[in-house]
């Protein structure tokens, strides 16, 4: 009976391994296009309605799906504004820091900080470029996440089954 | 005729504007510095100016002062803070809410208003298309204004400018930096608010803000106190704005600033054809240096203008030197100044 538990605990433990790896993938299509259409927005408020910073990340608060990531957005437009002392680049960098990006790898984040380099400090055209650039960049990058979501979600949730059913049968 | 001084001798003249809401604006290094100027000082200083590798540098009771590192004005630079190209880049970008872009039309002009109707120049790098500018970049210097309303200074005006029932078409003549703006708010938010003593009702008060410098709008909302009754076209040109006003807002009395250009003529004209009063500024010293100007002759000898008031800086910016009945009518009240020290 002893051993039946065990066995259900090892097999349980590593499929979910599996699928909270599986899971991930999934995750940074998710966010690398929930980043496409924030930059979108981004886009459109500054070239063609020049709304300022700390509007425009108040609407991207209103308009992402998720409440986490809509608080930070809300963090950001409060720290973007008058008052607050810091930089863009720094409140930018301090959003992309946090744990709800995390499934994002380090080359979407790059893509991202080099954005926010730039972000606010130049002429709207300019502002426009920057960000088509980095939206082409993070749409290789959804393409290649996509297919590599395509092959390895499925091993992966396999391969977590199939990595504890090998343990149970080893160690029993 | 009586004297001005007679007239005045207490205005309540009111600083709105606090030393603390001003410093929200820098980034937090310069607030530190500029925190440590002592609350008596800070009331009487009107421009904070910033230059790359100069001293800091603040306009107090109209002469110029470096800011040490810690806050006190000193007379030689050598104490003063001075400013790296760095400081400069974080300022602006703190100014402009990390949003250049969203101001590029403004910096055109070399100016941005902020909330609370101060204002800040810009000098840099010109960029132009076709012979315009399309902007400022790598800005050098900059010039944040003050801005501090000034409220009562009218009211001694406001009989001469109040007759038979009606506002007199009025135009305030003076040299820059002598309160004409100041004074003209502060005539359109008394008429637009009324005054039950002189017997003048609330009257709608339409205002063609071409530089956002009457009414300081920010994001379209005026953030000086220009009247209840009072509609305001922010950054809007003089041509458009006053025919809109006309056709839309069916306003009492027009009020513009820095009239004088060829075809500002035809515009004052056209707001007499239609039944509207109004109350406009202009650059000149005096009246025979009015004369000078083409467009604001063609408008002074048509006898537009039944009101004339004109200010300068010989004891302090808005001093009175006189309210005319037009160009050839009588004085109607002679020198003085219009606020009294602390300025507003």
Known sequence: MLKMVGAFLIIGATTLAGFIRAGRYRERCRLLNQWLSILTFLKTGIGYQAERLPELFGKVAALVQYQELSRLFRAAAEAVDFGSGRSVDDIWEQLLQDPQWDALHLSDRLILRELGQYLGTTDYRDQVAKIN??????QQNLNLAEAECHKKVGICRYSGFAVGAAAVLLLF | MKKWEEMTPN????????????????PVDFRQILSGIGPKIYREISEIRFRINQPLEVVYQKRSMWV??????????????????????????????????????ELTKGYIT???GHRVGFTGHVVSEAGRIRLIRNISSLNFRIARACLGIARPILPYLWKDGRFLKTMILSPPACGKTTLLREIVREISN???????PGLHVGVVDERSEIAGSFQGTPQLDVGLRTDVLDACNKGEGVYLLLRSMNPDVIATDEIGAENDFEVLEDIINAGVSMIVTAHAMNLTEAMCRPGLRRILERGMIERLIILSSRSGAGTLESVRAGVAGPELLRRSSVTEEPKC
């Open chain 2, 194 to 200: 009324g005054v039950a003593e002189l017997g003048i």
């Open chain 2, 68 to 105: 040490a590192s810690d806050g006190r004005l000193v007379d030689s630079p050598e104490h003063a803070h001075w400013l790296r190209a760095e400081d400069i880049g974080k300022i602006v970008n703190a100014l402009t809410a990390g949003s250049i872009y969203a101001l590029e039309e």
């Open chain 2, 11 to 26: 205005l309540p003249t009111e600083i709105k504007s606090s030393w603390q809401q001003v410093l929200r604006f820098f």
């Open chain 1, 133 to 138: 650039v980095c939206q082409e960049r993070l």
């Open chain 2, 114 to 116: 902020l909330p609370g």
